[in-house]
T-cell receptor, first 117, second 113 residues
Framework: ETGVTQTPRHLVMGMTNKKSLKCEQH?????MYWYKQSAKKPLELMFV???????ENNSVPSRFSPECPNSSHLFLHLHTLQPEDSALYLC????????????????FGEGSWLTVV | SQKIEQNSEALNIQEGKTATLTCNYT??????LQWYRQDPGRGPVFLLL?????KEKRKERLKVTFDTTLKQSLFHITASQPADSATYLC????????????FGTGTRLQVFP
């Protein structure tokens, strides 16, 4: 039990499909994140939400659309993806602080394995 | 911008030995550095944080050092066990005045009996 729950754990979708990944955190955190992890590459930060407001979008293609209805829930809507988007998508949360020395510890979910065919 | 370098080659060691993993960063000295463990197909799990004014931090069989002169952190697992086999990620703030982290690619540790 990590405190951050992601569903589904596995998803196979065609390039014309629309699907969504869901994340819920039970830790009372104020910040939530979407990361992408591909083989042999470092974790890539995609989106950041603080107090349900998007504060960061790292040049992510518009076929990925995040939604954060409240501080506990985060969605990633997927539409017309490409095969190269196949990866492990990780949701995470943290207390959220802009202080340099906050020691911002990230709590990750188990991830959603996405395969685009 | 800040970059992290971790040895991409897997580290294979015998049970009972000490495993040492290295994390090097390239630019400014971060306020802190973190280590995470990631098992195959699962999300990373936070292990330890060490701050810039700390030389060493311990937690059970884990020890982390932080050398701001060398721009390096070492992560040690003493009396290693097969259950310690995993990928270990180093993370630190991506720029000077932020708490947003960047992660290394990780080093895979394999402990064999």
């Amino acid at each position: 039990e990590t405190g951050v729950t992601q569903t589904p754990r596995h998803l196979v979708m065609g390039m014309t499909n629309k699907k969504s990944l869901k994340c819920e955190q039970h830790l009372g955190h104020n910040a939530m994140y979407w990361y992408k992890q591909s083989a042999k590459k470092p974790l890539e930060l995609m989106f950041v939400y603080n107090f349900k407001e998007q504060t960061e979008n790292n040049s992510v293609p518009s076929r990925f659309s995040p939604e954060c209805p409240n501080s506990s829930h985060l969605f990633l809507h997927l539409h017309t993806l490409q095969p190269e988007d196949s990866a492990l998508y990780l949701c995470a949360s943290s207390q959220g602080s802009y202080r340099r020395d906050s020691g911002n510890t990230i709590y990750f979910g188990e991830g959603s394995w996405l395969t685009v065919v | 911008s800040q970059k992290i370098e971790q040895n991409s080659e897997a580290l294979n060691i015998q049970e009972g030995k000490t495993a040492t993993l290295t994390c090097n960063y390239t630019n400014y000295s971060p306020a802190y550095l973190q280590w995470y463990r990631q098992d195959p197909g699962r999300g990373p799990v936070f292990l330890l944080l060490i701050r810039e004014n700390e030389k060493e931090k311990r937690k059970e069989r884990l020890k982390v050092t932080f050398d701001t002169t060398l721009k390096q952190s070492l992560f040690h697992i003493t009396a290693s066990q097969p259950a310690d086999s995993a990928t270990y990620l180093c993370a630190l703030p991506r720029s000077y005045n932020t708490d947003k982290l960047i992660f290394g690619t990780g080093t895979r540790l394999q402990v064999f009996p």
